[in-house]
């Protein structure tokens, strides 16, 4: 009985151990009156997708502006367009030859609620894929926990069988006493 009893709780433990894991991982909806970006890095000449979240009905204005360092035309450009399921699209494409950064700026109803920066690359620029620019692999960044809980989960397994072995031998040795005791 105690060593079901045993098992259940490591079944139990185990389980709260490597369930939680998912609600860290988990993606949650951005919050509204927000801005979000398909990526923060681009290639010169790509597109990118570019995301305003509000209040259905409200104006969302996408605003890019550049510093002219490397850019052929410095200043702002805008569009503006109307919310509707809570969100407004725009679809960004980068000149040719340009780079450096550009601030994209968010606005509904023409109040700023958010903005982010973006680095253009010239088409020599790694832009995600692993290496830099001269062929340098990039660090790993983020946590990768699956020997973590793998390992967790043996000591788990391992500390249960040693609580029932243990159990074990204590009512082994209780009814060796027992029968010792007992006199006819």
Request: overall charge negative.
């Amino acid at each position: 009985m105690r060593v079901r009893a045993l098992l259940a709780g490591a079944a139990t433990a185990a389980v709260l151990a490597l369930g939680t894991a998912t609600g860290a991982n988990a993606t949650y909806p951005a919050p509204e009156d927000s801005l979000q970006l398909e990526t923060s890095v681009v290639e010169a000449g790509a597109s990118f997708n570019v995301t305003i979240s509000g209040p259905n009905g409200s104006d969302a204005t996408l605003s890019i502006t550049t510093d002219g360092a490397d850019a052929s035309i410095a200043g702002t450009v805008s569009l503006t367009k109307l919310i509707e399921n809570n969100a407004a699209n725009f679809t960004v494409t980068l000149p040719e030859g340009v780079s450096g950064e550009v601030t994209i700026t968010a606005a509904l109803d023409g109040e700023v609620v958010d903005s982010s920066t973006v680095t253009i690359t010239d088409g020599d620029s790694a832009v995600g894929g692993g290496t830099t620019a001269d062929g340098d692999s990039l660090a790993a960044t983020g946590a990768d926990n699956m020997g973590l809980a793998v390992a967790a989960g043996g000591l788990l397994v391992a500390g249960a069988a040693a609580l029932a072995i243990g159990a074990r031998r204590k009512a082994g040795s209780n009814n060796l006493q027992s029968r010792e005791t007992v006199s006819v």
